[in-house]
């Protein structure tokens, strides 16, 4: 069965700090997806970043980058220049498609950062 | 380009009582999903559904929860006789193809039932 760690849950950072949010997933497919969220204080999930299996490519946008590692099981997140509007709950997950029909998430338990001046 | 909608955003329901959330998808999604976050959790998936078909209720539970997305209108999520441990926030998420491809999701509706 799909499950995802996150083992981190609460960081806090002073402004202008990178930040790295880990995330180590298991699953048994071979196709597979890894997603990252982000939950604000005001609730809703705005969706970040969506890596395939086959993709091993590190990605960057912005002060965004993310660390795909299949040998780890891995799919980091990390921020730099960290700034105070980052302050929200990141949730990783991941989505198996071995059947051929990818369906559900399966979600981390979240890693709540703290962005202070 | 509206996102996903989903009301009522705030439901109160007294133990017993019915609730019924909506979600409306993404103009040209025809995949929806709904998610429970219990308070300080993650979210745990309950049901995926196309128009007219659920394709997967693996984390529905058995009694009282039911979902259905008709041909005309919104996705509904029924939670009949509700008690306390429904109190939640209920996401809702649509996609344009299956769950391969990203999720967007809604404000989500916070049920408290007292």
């Known amino acids: 069965a799909q499950k995802v760690t996150q083992a981190q849950t609460e960081i806090s950072v002073v402004e202008k700090e990178d930040v790295t949010l880990d995330c180590v997933y298991e699953?048994?497919?071979?196709?597979?997806?890894l997603f990252w969220y982000k939950q604000p204080p005001s609730g809703e999930l705005v969706f970040l970043i969506r890596?395939?299996?086959?993709?091993?490519q590190n990605e960057i946008s912005g002060r965004y980058s993310w660390n795909f590692q299949k040998s780890t099981s891995s799919f980091n997140f990390t921020i730099t220049a960290s700034q105070v509007v980052d302050s929200a709950v990141y949730f990783c997950?991941?989505?198996?498609?071995?059947?051929?029909?990818?369906?559900?998430?399966?979600f981390g338990t979240g890693t709540r950062l703290q962005v202070t001046l | 380009n509206a996102g996903v909608m989903q009301n009522p955003r705030h439901l109160v329901r007294r133990r017993g009582q019915e609730a019924r959330l909506r979600c409306s998808p993404m103009?040209?999604?025809?995949?929806v999903y709904w998610y429970r976050q219990l308070p300080e959790e993650g979210l745990k998936f309950m049901v995926y559904?196309?128009?007219?078909?659920?394709?997967?209720e693996s984390g529905m539970p058995k009694e009282r929860f039911s979902a259905e997305f008709p041909k005309e209108g919104p996705s509904i999520l029924r939670i009949q006789q509700v008690v306390r441990g429904d109190s939640a926030a209920y996401f809702c998420a649509s996609s344009l193809r299956d769950g391969s491809y990203e999720q967007y999701f809604g404000p989500g509706t916070r049920l408290t039932v007292t």
């Open positions: 699953t048994r497919d071979t196709t597979y997806y």
């Open positions: 997950a991941l989505s198996e498609a071995d059947t051929g029909t990818a369906s559900k998430l399966t």
């Open positions: 103009k040209g999604h025809s995949h």
């Open positions: 890596r395939n299996s086959f993709d091993e």
């Open positions: 559904l196309q128009k007219e078909n659920i394709i997967d």
